[in-house]
């Protein structure tokens, strides 16, 4: 009787096994943690419909929850830092071969500089003649940075190489800066005559594509501001629109904003202070986690659950 006892509990005891084996075989594997991921940090400016209709900054804007997506695939947002969490570093970049009429604005740009939020990191340059010329080092003296404003030379000898390859030299200089909120505010007719004056040579040039790379790679977004120069003061349409076309596409790509008025010299920039003073004040500098390691390009999409906020940022990156 005790053998058949014996016999009877290790069938039971094997069918018990093999029982829960069935059952640990349908379950998922448990997933593992994602290692390959990298940190991506972009610049956005979040303000409402009403703000940018009113021109007038509320003193909170309710985003609700924010989703970050690269080519539709959403990532996990680490951090978000504001004008409070973190200073704003800023270079002004003047085209050295403006007509002189840019030099009635001198005043309005050393107003704006002198108005930028406490702690904010400032730095003047002129692009001339195949070379970056710093009038002013990133500085939080912003009445001094101001001051080293001078006039343009408004001649065709002083005129940059690239207005594009000026850039990518400044952005340069934000190697030794924290990261965080960054910003390049770009004075130029935005021409780019080094592969020739046809519409096909000036529309999409290596420099105007390296300067949207660089940009992008270092998070800083570029606001550009259109004012003719030594090939554009006649109003050649062609001519014009080429350049602004540029300066859109690159203050697009990064995160930033273009501002024309019309074809000709703006009258003033105060209207276009104005509403760069709202985005600069709503720009947050955003970090996620990417889950893509494979080199090329990523389509970002930065959205909020509150249909009334909207956003501005980058259109994407190149990862290398």
Known sequence: MRKFRLVG????LVHLIAFFASIAAGQPEPP??????RTVTIPISIFTKKELEENKAAEYVQADRLTVKENGVEQTILSIRSVSDTPLTVAFLIQDDLTSQFNLQLRSIQDFIKALPRGSRVMVAYMRAGSLQVRQKFTEDLAKAANSLRIVAGSASTAPRSPYD???????????????????????????STQGLSLVNTANTPDLEKAILHAQRKSVAVYTIYSPATFTQ???????????????????ETGGRAFFQGSIAPISFDPFFRDLSLLLNRQFA??????????GYYKIEVRSTNPEVKIEHPRGYYFR
């Open 234 to 252: 006649n109003e050649n349409s062609t001519t014009v629109l080429t350049g602004q076309g540029s300066l859109q596409r690159l203050s697009d």
């Open 166 to 192: 000026s850039v990518s030299e400044a952005l340069n200089r934000f190697d030794a800066l924290p990261a965080g909120r960054r910003a390049i505010i770009l004075f130029s007719d935005g021409l780019d």
């Open 286 to 295: 955003l970090t996620y986690l990417s889950t893509h390691m494979k080199k």
């Open 9 to 12: 509990l290790l069938i039971l």
């Open 32 to 37: 593992t943690p994602q290692q390959n991921v």
